[in-house]
C-alpha cells in the first residue's frame, strides 16, 4: 500500500487506497465501507525502527519471516500521511519479550531463532540457507567486528511473561515483584552496543568455532546450510586468514587478524582454568584449535512490531487530536501499544476489526460522485484511475448501467470534484 485517499487532507472519512502490485503496476481501490490495516509491522523499516531504538541499523537485515514478507511500515505511513497518530512507543523499546531476538541458527542471513528455510521452500533462492541450529553455545564464542568477545554466549535474550518465571505468581499481586529475581539478559544489549567508532549499530556478530565443534554440534558446514556466495559464512585453516577473509556489506571495518589469535587464545586459556575472567560464562569447556575453522553470521534478528497506529477498542484508527478517522482499521503488528506476541493478536484484532468494519454503511450520500452502492458493478468499475481523477471520468460506466436498469441517468454534480 502506497497511500490511503480521505476526503480532505486531515477531515472526513477514509475513501480508498493505492496499491504497487508486484506484477501490474500501480492500482487505486475504492472502500465501498472502510479500509483495515494489516500491513504487518514495522520493523523492515530500518528509518522507521530507529525512530524507537538508533542501534538498529542496516546490519540487523535478518527479520523474521523475510524473505517471504517484510515489515515495510507501508500501512503506518499512508495512515500518518492523512492523521494518523503512532501509540505504544515503550512496548517496542522495552527490554523484555521479542522485539530484539538473540538467534538459534547461525551462518545464514534469515536466523531467526523460530525459523528456519529448508531447501524444498518456494522462496528458498531469496533465503539462500538453512543455517547452522545451535544447540549449545559453549561450542562457539561470539565476536565483533573487531573479532573481540563482548558477552556470555550462553547469555539469553530479553525476558518475557513466561510460564513460573515467577514462583507462586498470583495474578494482580504487588508482592509478585518481591518473589522475582534481578537477574538481566544482556546479550543483545552487548552485541549492539558497537565498537565505540562513532557509528549507532553494533555491526555484526560472528560465531566462532573449530572443526571439533562441528562434529560435536553435527554440524554441515556447506551450502545449503551456510551461506558462502552472501558473505554470511567464512572458514579458513588458520584463524589470521579467517579474520582477513571476513568481508561483506556490513563489516564496515576489517578484523585485525592479530585482535581475533589474541582473543582466540585468551578464551582456550579460560578453558584451562575453568573461569572466564572476562564474562563469567559458566565453566568454559571447548578449546577452539584445530583447524578448520569458521566464522557465522550471529547477528542479533529485528522481530515483533509493538509501536505503531493508535486504535480505539474496536480497532478504529485514531488521530494526533484524539478522534476517530471514519471508516480506518488497523490490526496486528501495525496497531500499537500490545505487548501480545503472535498471531494470536493478529487473528483477534483482525476479528474485532473486520466486524466493526463490516457494520459500516456503504458509501453513499456523496454530492459530487454517483451513488454507486445500487449498481450491480460497484467498485469494481472504478478500482483502476489515473492521477488525478474527477468521477466523470467513469460517468460512461455508470450511465451505461443505468439504461439497463431503466434508471434515470442524472450524474449528481459529477464532473465538479477531484475526489476518489
Same mark, same amino acid.
Given at each position: ?104 541458527? #547461525? ?9 528456519? *528455510?529448508? !531447501?524444498?521452500? /518456494?522462496?528458498? $533462492?531469496? =533465503? ?79 560465531? #566462532? ?9 553435527? *554440524?554441515? !558446514?556447506?551450502? /545449503?546450510?551456510? $551461506?558462502? =556466495? ?95 478517522? /471514519? ?94
Amino acid at each position: 500500500m502506497t497511500r490511503i485517499y480521505r476526503e480532505a487532507a486531515n477531515a472526513g472519512p477514509v475513501l480508498g487506497i493505492a496499491v504497487n502490485r508486484k506484477s501490474g503496476g500501480p492500482i487505486d481501490i475504492r472502500a465501498r465501507k472502510a479500509v483495515i490495516i494489516g500491513t504487518g509491522g514495522s520493523t523492515g523499516n530500518v528509518n522507521f525502527r530507529r525512530m524507537f531504538d538508533p542501534r538498529l541499523t542496516e546490519e540487523y537485515c535478518g527479520l523474521a519471516g523475510m524473505p517471504w514478507s517484510d515489515q515495510d511500515a507501508s500501512g503506518e505511513l499512508a495512515a500518518m500521511a492523512i492523521g494518523a497518530a503512532l501509540w505504544g512507543f515503550y512496548n517496542q523499546i522495552g527490554e523484555f519479550g521479542s522485539n530484539v531476538t538473540k538467534p538459534n541458527f #547461525i551462518g545464514c542471513q534469515y536466523n531467526y531463532r523460530h525459523l528456519q *528455510w529448508l !531447501p524444498e521452500s /518456494p522462496v528458498f $533462492d531469496k =533465503a539462500r540457507a538453512s543455517g547452522l541450529y545451535v544447540r549449545d553455545w559453549q561450542d562457539v564464542i561470539c565476536v565483533n567486528m573487531l573479532g573481540r568477545r563482548f558477552y556470555d554466549e550462553t547469555g539469553g535474550q530479553y525476558i518475557a511473561n513466561n510460564y513460573n518465571s515467577i514462583e507462586n505468581y498470583i495474578q494482580g499481586d504487588w508482592r509478585n515483584l518481591q518473589r522475582s529475581k534481578y537477574a538481566p539478559n544482556n546479550w543483545l544489549n552487548a552485541a549492539l552496543a558497537g565498537i565505540d567508532d562513532g557509528h549507532n549499530g553494533g555491526g555484526p556478530i560472528w560465531a #566462532i568455532f573449530d572443526s571439533d565443534a562441528v562434529a560435536r554440534e553435527g *554440524w554441515q !558446514p556447506q551450502p /545449503p546450510r551456510v $551461506d558462502i =556466495a552472501a558473505g554470511f559464512f567464512f572458514s579458513a585453516n588458520r584463524l589470521a586468514d579467517l579474520a582477513r577473509k571476513i568481508v561483506m556489506k556490513y563489516q564496515r571495518v576489517p578484523m585485525p587478524p592479530a585482535y581475533l589469535e589474541e582473543t582466540v587464545a585468551r578464551y582456550n586459556s579460560f578453558v584451562e582454568s575453568g573461569v572466564d575472567a572476562d564474562f563469567d560464562k559458566p565453566t568454559p569447556r571447548h578449546r577452539i584449535e584445530k583447524p578448520p575453522f569458521y566464522a557465522a553470521w550471529a547477528t542479533p534478528v529485528v522481530h515483533d512490531t509493538r509501536a505503531g497506529l493508535r486504535i480505539n477498542p474496536t480497532c478504529q484508527v485514531i488521530d494526533m487530536n484524539g478522534e476517530v478517522i /471514519p471508516g480506518l482499521y488497523c490490526g496486528g503488528e501495525s496497531a500499537g501499544g500490545f505487548s501480545q506476541h503472535g498471531l494470536a493478536r493478529a487473528a483477534c484484532q483482525g476479528y474485532i476489526a473486520g466486524r466493526a468494519a463490516a457494520g459500516e454503511p456503504l458509501e453513499t450520500g456523496y454530492p459530487d460522485r454517483p451513488d454507486i452502492s445500487k449498481l450491480s458493478f460497484g467498485a469494481a468499475e472504478f478500482r483502476r484511475c489515473a492521477e488525478p481523477v474527477a468521477w466523470r471520468d467513469c460517468a460512461p460506466q455508470v450511465d451505461a448501467e443505468r439504461r439497463r436498469r431503466g434508471q434515470p441517468i442524472d450524474h449528481g454534480g459529477v464532473g465538479t470534484g477531484r475526489r476518489r
